[in-house]
């Protein structure tokens, strides 16, 4: 059985770092497509970055400068690297990795105090 498990969140001061791991269990493939959404309190769940199986990204607009995502395919792992930290960062993260269906994570708290 495929699981996704998340670790790296926590609560941070604005201006600071996180990184986010995402780690592959019970599969003996790559992902194609991997990512992470995010849901703050009261909003939809948003995409935040994309990474594809040859390394192509796309971040959204409004982290593109703070947040970076990467995979080590080695590991099975799947990372975001948050820096400058801001307030409206705060939401639960989601990984998610797909390969013919969509596999996800249990999410992870991410709380910026400012």
């Known amino acids: 059985q495929v699981q996704l498990v998340q670790s790296g969140g926590g609560l941070v001061q604005a201006g600071g770092s996180l990184r986010l791991s995402c780690a592959a269990s019970g599969s003996s493939f790559s992902f194609d497509a991997m990512g992470w959404y995010r849901q703050a309190p009261g909003k939809q769940r948003e995409l935040v970055a994309v990474i594809s199986s040859g390394g192509r990204t796309n971040v959204e607009d409004s982290v593109r400068d703070r947040f970076t995502i990467s995979r080590d395919d080695a590991k099975n792992t799947l990372y975001l690297q948050m820096n400058n930290l801001k307030p409206e960062d705060t939401a639960v993260y989601y990984c998610?990795?797909?390969?013919?269906?969509?596999?996800w994570g249990q999410g992870t708290q991410v709380t910026v105090s400012s």
């Open positions: 998610y990795g797909r390969r013919v269906q969509v596999y």
